[in-house]
């Protein structure tokens, strides 16, 4: 029996391809298989004497225009036309469907202008880029937000954290920002989040500068030192690895002294990486919450409108200086030396 678009009539959920999937055997009732062992029996089991038998809900879908829903071909998931992704694993839908439009016939991402499109004679036009991605503008995600508010602030590169919000929600995960681990507290704070950027930027810049004085006014001229002991060329990566060979004949502080570079580069390297994992999910937080504040102080949706058009987008002064003040800590052992 295809379950597809059926719910199981003891918790109602939707049963899917993938779930184990049982039905009555009197009566004809889906149910989870799980759900079924757990109750023991049908739940429409006292109808059974009058004769029950259950009405397949999808047979009493009425039957609106041919396009009104879209089948995931890989999941088999039912989505909604006007949907480019598929709701339950992200596939993409594009090329079984038209845009979401409105009463104009423009598309709902919420500028007012229709979106360039791509098609064949005799076969639907395609969007050649739509920053909503198929999902509908107006549809909520979290109190009084909705997708269009989280598109406004964005701003800039709208498709992709549109989907990475989408993927928090319905899966509590998101992907790896390159972006974010490679400029770290540059890249929050060109997002706009000031406090957590400027910890970061300031955790970075001082172990990063920290790393480079000790190696200028230390490390090296230990290194040096068993160089000249020991007959060492250290200007090659042999001769180096070779001069670390006799590091453990030093004292505890010169020991220490020697490896703490590499120590702090570590630690670097670590708030890096959870930097890039959790900005996605940092940002949407921080959108969230700003999107919140900026309703809750505005009179009307107009002066919302606004104020998320203003409020919203990127810094890229700030980026700037941020990437100049990097530089500038990266290259100080060369200025000074």
Sequence with gaps: MEFQGLHCA?????LNSGVDSVVCPVCGAPFHRECYDEIGHCAFESQHGDGFEYQDERASEPETEEHAWVTCPKCSCKNQSGIFFCKQCGFPLVFNQTPFQNQQGQNDAGNGMPFPTIGMPFMPSKPLMDPMTGFNPQEQVVDNVTEGDLAKYVKINIPYYILMFRRIRQFASTRFNFLAFFFNGAWLMYRKMYKLGAVISFLIGALTLAQNLITMFYTTPILNIIADKHNIDISTMSGQVKAMDYVPTLSPNDQLLVYLPSILSIVSFIIMLLVGAFANKLYY?????????????????NESKEKLQTAGGVNNAVFACLFICYMIIFLFPMLIS
């Design 10 to 14: 003891s918790c109602h959920k939707e």
């Design 285 to 301: 937080k921080h959108c969230i919450s700003e999107i919140k504040k900026i309703k809750a102080s505005s009179k009307d949706e």
